[in-house]
């Protein structure tokens, strides 16, 4: 019973909210309170040097940052990304879609609207937390226009990486170091069943675009999507 107790608090997630209202931060704070949720909230920030000090000193998973904060708050986001595993999720006024968009630009993962539900928020942050992109069709749509926009299709492939989960990009930095490996090795070499590695290549080529095995290397070489993980994987 105490191992299993221990278990389930180290898997929920870490989260620092990034908010000047005061009212919102005291909402949030009751929300994130319910164990059910998953979710622990280390710290509370009213301004960009108390965010950047509180993620040195608690380490969170995620960051919730409010943009309505003005500049700071949109010039924070780099500056949270450096030299850090966290991931960011930002909320935004509905009107505010020009602020919103260059959060994700600048690396944001997760774009909420104030008024969504807690529920929704849960959501996000944990499927951000997954290694996920949390975007409506609209902001998808309006991000992919300006980077097509600003240098190309092969810029938009940039939201298509960030749609990938941990797992995804794992698989395609296996192909892409082992192109010529058969399904059977790979699957060992990823710990899962061929019949479950082959459902991955489904969602990846749908994810991406792509049409086969070749396509993916291709992608995989041009994209720098090929890492060393197999050391980690095989020691799972």
């Not at 608090?9 to 990034?18: K, M, P």
């Not at 000047?20 to 998953?38: I, S």
């Not at 774009?111 to 996000?124: C, F, N, P, T, W």
Request: net charge positive; proline share 2%.
């Amino acid at each position: 019973m105490h191992t299993s107790a221990t278990a389930a608090v180290t898997t929920r997630i870490r989260i620092l909210l990034v908010d000047d209202h005061q009212l919102m931060q005291w909402a949030l704070r009751k929300f994130f309170e319910n164990a059910e949720f998953g979710i622990t909230l280390v710290g509370a920030a009213a301004s960009a040097a108390d965010a950047l000090r509180l993620v040195r000193l608690t380490r969170p998973d995620v960051v919730l940052l409010a943009l309505d904060m003005g500049k700071a708050g949109i010039d924070l986001i780099p500056k949270l990304l450096h030299d850090s595993d966290l991931q960011v999720v930002v909320m935004a006024g509905v009107s505010d879609t020009k602020v919103s968009d260059r959060a994700v630009l600048d690396g944001a993962r997760g774009l909420l609207r104030r008024e969504d539900s807690i529920d929704v928020m849960v959501k996000a942050i944990k499927r951000v937390h997954a290694g996920e992109l949390w975007l409506d069709r609209t902001a998808t749509g309006r991000i992919f226009s300006t980077l097509s926009r600003k240098g190309g299709a092969i810029d938009a492939d940039v939201l298509k990486i960030a749609a990938l989960t941990t797992r995804e990009r794992k698989i395609i930095a296996t192909f892409g170091s082992m192109a010529s490996a058969r399904h059977r090795k790979l699957a060992d070499l990823l710990n899962m069943s061929e019949h479950t590695l082959r459902n991955h290549l489904s969602h990846i080529y749908a994810k991406l675009g792509l049409t086969g095995q070749l396509d993916l290397y291709v992608f995989a070489q041009r994209h720098g999507l090929v890492e060393p993980v197999l050391p980690k994987l095989a020691t799972r």
